[in-house]
């Protein structure tokens, strides 16, 4: 009932700057409000994990190798997630997955959770 899509993967340097962004849409009428929106990644071999989360009453959370580096914020009026990553590593290089947690529909009772197809990154020169 939540569709995710993500925007913003590609091929960058060492220390350079990538801005990935993440609309959720739904064919169920609108989307009332999204309680948390989040990145996850996936290297390979490797499981997925919480890169940084936006949940509207914590507020931000990042996982320590990315502190400093990553930036997460949202635009609620587009049920929108962005993240700027700076000073980009090799290490950073994954399959980057944004996720919804608590959605809720003008048109279904509930709420609601969606994964995006993910998007790859890979920093290397």
């Known amino acids: 009932q939540v569709q995710l899509v993500e925007s913003g993967g590609g091929l960058v340097q060492p220390g350079g700057s990538l801005r990935l962004s993440c609309a959720a849409s739904t064919t169920f009428g609108s989307i009332v409000s999204i309680n948390a929106m989040g990145w996850y990644r996936q290297a390979p071999g490797n499981q997925r994990e919480l890169v940084a989360s936006?949940?509207?009453?914590?507020?931000?959370n990042y996982a320590d190798s990315v502190k400093g580096r990553f930036t997460i914020s949202r635009d609620n009026a587009k049920n929108t997630v962005y993240l700027q990553r700076n000073s980009l590593k090799p290490e950073d290089t994954a399959v980057y997955y944004c996720?919804?947690?608590?959605?809720?529909?003008?048109?279904?009772?509930?709420?609601?959770?969606?994964w995006g197809q993910g998007t790859q990154v890979t920093v290397s020169s």
């Open positions: 996720r919804a947690d608590g959605v809720r529909l003008e048109t279904r009772p509930g709420w609601f959770a969606s």
């Open positions: 936006s949940t509207s009453d914590i507020g931000e």
